[in-house]
């Protein structure tokens, strides 16, 4: 059963009210997509932070990558995850120990197991397979 997504004005007003956005799975290497969807993200003027254990200590897009995302110090708005869907669960746990307001996983990724993990928790702020530049592109100015 495919997770629902809160309303389209949800969606958007999250992404009015987001600031930083922690980047889960964020690759160094230019031609992915997560990375053109970081350097997207920093050119709308959101600040982005890396999360990548691979890449940990490192710099991408001029930003320090994090190992996880607990190590991420102050407020993470939206966390935008580019991870198997296999792997969300994994993802939601970490997220259950930061005070992140929204799981967003990109389009393409869903997992039932997470959204309940996250559900349980009393964090219901989780979108599922659809893509932040999309949705930014339609966004009302």
């Not at 190992?67 to 669960?89: A, K, M, N, T, Y």
């Not at 005070?99 to 393409?108: E, I």
């Amino acid at each position: 059963m495919p997770v629902e997504n809160p309303s389209q004005e949800q969606i958007f007003d999250y992404l009015r009210q987001a600031k930083r956005i922690a980047v889960v799975g964020l690759s160094g290497k230019e031609d992915r997509t997560s990375y053109q969807i970081a350097k997207l993200l920093q050119e709308k003027g959101y600040e982005i932070i890396p999360v990548n254990p691979i890449l940990a200590g490192q710099e991408i897009l001029g930003e320090k990558v994090y190992e996880q995302l607990q190590d991420v110090p102050g407020q993470i708005d939206i966390v935008d995850i580019f991870r198997r869907s296999e792997f969300l669960p994994e993802v939601a746990q970490d997220f259950l120990e930061t005070d992140a307001k929204v799981f967003w996983a990109q389009l393409g990724l869903e997992n039932e197991e997470a959204a309940e993990l996250l559900k349980k928790a009393g964090r219901n702020a989780i979108i599922m397979n659809r893509c932040i530049k999309i949705e930014l592109a339609e966004m009302p100015k």
